[in-house]
T-cell receptor, first 111, second 110 residues
Framework: EAGVAQSPRYKIIEKRQSVAFWCNPISGHATLYWYQQILGQGPKLLIQFQNNGVVDDSQLPKDRFSAERLKGVDSTLKIQPAKLEDSAVYLC?????????FGPGTRLTVT | GQNIDQPTEMTATEGAIVQINCTYQTSGFNGLFWYQQHAGEAPTFLSYNVLDGLEEKGRFSSFLSRSKGYSYLLLKELQMKDSASYLCAVRSSGNTPLVFGKGTRLSVIA
């Protein structure tokens, strides 16, 4: 069974630029999550989707971050404009009923 | 609010046993998860407890006491490849997102 796929793996941008990340969850997993993980910290939830609907986006900085999951499968997370403090690893995870399974993450560096 | 505490760092010797503790305070409880994360990699699922007691999976075991808001991960016969961060996470209800602790960085030395 294929795992969660993410791209790109690494991205370096300048502050005020925009960036987008892509995630393809495990086949059949209805729930998809985007987490932000800053070095030395645990992952922090940004947004949760159930199929193509948003369940929880309370911690998403909506002035600069947006996410969508239009067909209930793939998802994209966008940051526009990026700030220095957005430098982190962005992890996508999916689940059915049990544990969440994580993708390899995208390491974003904002200079 | 939700609070999950675990030690920041631990060091143990190859071949030994190490116990990583986790205490939590959450508004609800529907499972406690342990993940392993090697540097630069994604977290990988290790174990899941929803009822009190010990769950054993090979060299790894996880224990839960819901009344005490306490869990531990026990690693036996430590190997150098076990050097990683170990993340404790709690799900408060249904399929809600996991809330993670900051992780415990374990260093296994010869």
């Amino acid at each position: 069974e294929a795992g969660v796929a993410q791209s790109p793996r690494y991205k370096i941008i300048e502050k005020r630029q925009s960036v987008a990340f892509w995630c393809n969850p495990i086949s059949g997993h209805a729930t998809l999550y985007w987490y932000q993980q800053i070095l030395g910290q645990g992952p922090k939830l940004l947004i949760q989707f159930q199929n193509n609907g948003v369940v929880d986006d309370s911690q998403l900085p909506k002035d600069r971050f947006s996410a969508e999951r239009l067909k209930g499968v793939d998802s994209t997370l966008k940051i526009q404009p990026a700030k220095l403090e957005d430098s982190a690893v962005y992890l996508c995870a999916s689940s059915s009923q049990g544990p969440q399974y994580f993708g390899p993450g995208t390491r974003l560096t904002v200079t | 609010g939700q609070n999950i505490d675990q030690p920041t760092e631990m060091t143990a010797t190859e071949g030994a046993i190490v116990q990583i503790n986790c205490t939590y305070q959450t508004s609800g409880f529907n499972g406690l998860f342990w993940y392993q994360q090697h540097a630069g990699e994604a977290p990988t699922f290790l174990s899941y407890n929803v009822l009190d007691g010990l769950e054993e999976k090979g060299r790894f075991s996880s224990f839960l006491s819901r009344s005490k808001g306490y869990s531990y991960l026990l690693l036996k016969e430590l190997q150098m490849k076990d050097s990683a961060s170990y993340l404790c996470a709690v799900r408060s209800s249904g399929n809600t997102p996991l809330v993670f602790g900051k992780g415990t960085r374990l260093s296994v030395i010869a």
